[in-house]
């Protein structure tokens, strides 16, 4: 009982230290051209599961403890809400390993993680199978294979188990099994033909694995044809709307125009900054914005979007300004990738005529080559779409996205959308013989047995209609 009480302590203190840093947009120098990229901002700027350092860098290609990666992990579980029903895990197993002090944070960590997966996981795994011993040994690096046991220890049986065709995975080898449905749901990879599960796992490596634990906890479960909320990559990033940066700016620019957006939204969050916090804020951040913007800071969208939201001194025509030049930098963009471009087009909306931001936004979304940016702007002229009642352009755009999303989580969910418009605006038999086409290229392609069964459970669906 004891444990239960501090465990919610500390509960209620992640909380308030999780307020406190809601408004940091995280970006780190040295994982901008790394393969993780995506990941580390997905993880740095929503959930936080591995911190950078001091020095603004995030270094993916270090190691990462076991002790970081238990705690990484344990938080996710925290974040998806599976410690709230506490009566349905009875924390009855006791972890006592010599190096870690009875009752720490660490300690708490290793109890509520072991006791987790000891009584929900769906697999054989156990806790202390896997850090067998006296001792944690919690600073030591740890390594794929232990890494793959947790991760798999946490997640769900894939719908279709596949042999993974690696030359250091065999059979014989202990939990060959679960490692091979972890493999099968996607969660791990090999590369160059080897698993590598001895190897010591990287920081990068790391995010991506806690990411795609992440997404399996969301896989879709149809029971019923509805509407879902897609959830794109990007919408992790909590970062205010940012244009790749071309070359054009500096990092100086980019950290002042950062922290002029913090503290903005931090102030319209709180009301004040507080006096002992000041040298952490931009003491007049909408002064900051206005002068980047003489200076011809590239981030065209993010100043405008910032100033039109903030800058109540605007008058009316200097805000269709600001909007008329941010619908021209859309129309020309390409080739560059922006976050947030549709929260830009929201607020465009408020103020100027709908036929023309949405003439900006198909201008775009026909023209865009980065498939993130592609597909939320394609998701608001979507909505556009549905409001005029104009369904047909509706469902162009929905298997444009289908046809274009490289993410089979995504993809999955359009899929989904897509068959509901179909099924209320063209009629169940017209809504099968689309899926049914679909199925034969799914099955020629043969590279996602878990997107083939949706697709089948989709034409289910439609048939019992």
Not at 352 to 374: G, H, Y
Request: proline share 2%; charged share 25%.
């Amino acid at each position: 009982m004891k444990r239960k009480s501090k465990r919610m302590i500390l509960s209620i203190l992640v909380l308030i230290l999780s307020l406190q840093t809601s408004f940091g947009f995280i970006m780190f120098a040295d994982v901008e051209n790394h393969w993780s990229n995506e990941y580390v901002k997905w993880d740095s700027s929503n959930l936080k599961l591995i911190d950078g350092y001091e020095d603004g860098t995030f270094r993916p290609d270090e190691k990462l403890s076991r002790m970081s990666f238990v705690i990484a992990l344990n938080n996710l579980l925290k974040a998806k809400n599976l410690y709230d029903d506490l009566d349905a895990i009875d924390f009855k197993y006791e972890v006592n390993y010599l190096d870690i002090e009875l009752y720490s944070d660490e300690d708490y960590h290793l109890w509520e993680l072991s006791n987790y997966i000891n009584e929900k996981s769906d697999t054989a795994i156990r806790f202390l199978d896997i850090f067998k011993g006296e001792y944690f040994t919690p600073e030591k690096a740890i390594t794929r294979y232990e890494a793959a046991l947790l991760a798999r220890a946490v997640t769900s049986e894939p719908i279709a188990v596949n042999t993974a065709a690696y030359k250091d995975f065999s059979v014989g080898m202990p939990y060959y099994k679960e490692i091979n449905e972890l493999i099968s749901n996607g969660i791990m990879t090999g590369y160059d033909g080897y698993l590598n599960l001895d190897h010591e796992i990287t920081r990068g490596e790391s995010v991506v694995i806690l990411s795609r634990i992440y997404n399996n906890m969301e896989q879709i479960s149809f029971d019923q044809l509805e509407l879902i909320p897609i959830k794109l990559t990007n919408e992790y990033y909590n970062q205010p709307i940012f244009q790749k940066n071309t070359g054009e700016r500096s990092p100086e620019q980019e950290k002042r125009f950062i922290d002029a957006v913090t503290s903005l939204e931090y102030i319209s969050f709180v009301g004040y900054i507080p006096y002992n916090e000041r040298h952490l804020y931009d003491a007049d951040p909408l002064k900051t914005l206005w002068s980047l913007k003489q200076e011809g800071y590239e981030n065209v969208l993010g100043l405008n979007y910032y100033l039109i939201k903030y800058d109540k001194s605007l008058k009316i025509q200097d805000v269709l300004e600001l909007i008329q030049e941010g619908l021209i930098v859309i129309e020309g963009l390409n080739m560059v990738q922006v976050e947030g471009i549709d929260e830009f087009l929201v607020l465009a909306k408020e103020y100027t005529a709908s036929k023309d931001v949405l003439r900006s936004a198909e201008v775009f979304f026909r023209q865009a080559n980065d498939i993130d940016s592609m597909l939320s702007i394609g998701l608001y002229i979507a909505q556009q779409y549905e409001a005029m009642k104009d369904y047909e352009k509706l469902l162009e755009i929905y298997q444009l996205l289908y046809q274009k999303s490289d993410n089979m989580d995504i993809k999955s969910e359009l899929l989904n959308n897509y068959t509901y418009y179909l099924l209320k605006h063209r009629g169940a038999a017209a809504a099968i013989e689309e899926l049914n086409t679909i199925k034969r290229t799914v099955e020629a392609e043969n590279v996602n047995a878990e997107h083939l069964r949706i697709v089948n459970l989709l034409i289910k669906l439609l048939q019992n209609q």
